[in-house]
């Protein structure tokens, strides 16, 4: 009976639209490691997120299960803090946790709960952007424009985010030593390109080199919502 409840949530997930007309993104950021057990069953429902239209599913490796067996080769201290950040951000009791999943900066989830994921995703269906974010490719660079919409923004960080679509890990040690894990949107790259005073109009021109995929994301500034995303390609 359980499994026949996680498999009709799943299908849920499958007919939900996410995006408003605008074609705005809600950002789902999961907060993995290949060193805990506990990771890969929320790194099948980012996989199920990632192929739902108006969705960006982001893994974000941390590194705090490297000393405990296996070395993500993927994790990175930055994510470990940027985790920390939001979770002081939105007080929660947990300082650092994993498996975690962090909605559009506003919300999270800890753990593979795949009811409590379908209801943080059910109250952002439909939410339109906080700003205005045009993007162009020019010449080989992406030409990103914001401006302000009629919400008061009182700053923000621009945000370009690179990440591998699919990755096959065979892990050696560790908790999840013997299995081969599926990895679906692993962030290799998350810089800041700029700042907004979210107020005046803003221009950046940015390359985005290799062959991965990569997204902008606005947020505002100190790990607080997250205000317009879009793929870059």
């Known amino acids: 009976m359980r499994n026949l409840i996680v ?6 997930f499958g007919m939900a639209a996410y995006a408003d007309d605008n074609g705005s993104l809600i950002v789902v950021e999961l ?4 060193g805990c057990s506990s990771c890969p069953a929320a790194d099948k429902i980012l996989t199920k997120l990632a192929a739902r239209e108006g ?6 490796h941390v590194d705090y299960w490297d000393y ?4 993500d080769e993927f994790s990175m201290a930055k994510f470990t803090d940027r985790q920390e950040y939001y979770n002081m951000a939105l007080g929660s009791r947990y300082r650092l946790v994993t498996p975690q999943m962090i909605f559009h900066g506003q919300s999270y989830v800890a753990g593979a709960k795949v009811k409590k994921i379908e209801q943080r995703l059910a109250a952002l269906r439909g939410q339109s952007d906080k700003v205005v974010l045009q993007i162009e490719k020019q010449n080989g660079k992406f030409s990103i424009d914001i401006n302000p919409r009629d ?10 985010v690179e990440y591998m ?3 096959i890990t065979e892990v050696e040690a560790g908790e999840n030593r013997g299995l081969t894990l599926n990895h679906t949107n692993v962030v290799t790259s998350w810089e800041r390109v700029g700042e907004w005073s979210g107020q005046d109009n803003w221009h950046v021109e940015h390359a985005v080199s290799g062959d991965n995929m990569a997204a902008v994301i606005v947020q505002t500034a100190g790990s607080g919502p997250i205000l317009a995303a879009r793929k870059l390609k």
Do not use: H, N, Q, R
Request: proline fraction near 3%.
């Open 151 to 160: 919400v008061s923004v009182s700053g923000a960080d621009v945000f370009i």
């Open 55 to 60: 969705i960006l599913a982001l893994a974000l």
């Open 165 to 167: 679509p699919a990755y």
């Open 7 to 12: 498999s009709l949530l799943f299908a849920m």
């Open 31 to 34: 907060y993995t490691s290949e």
């Open 68 to 71: 405990l067996g296996w070395k």
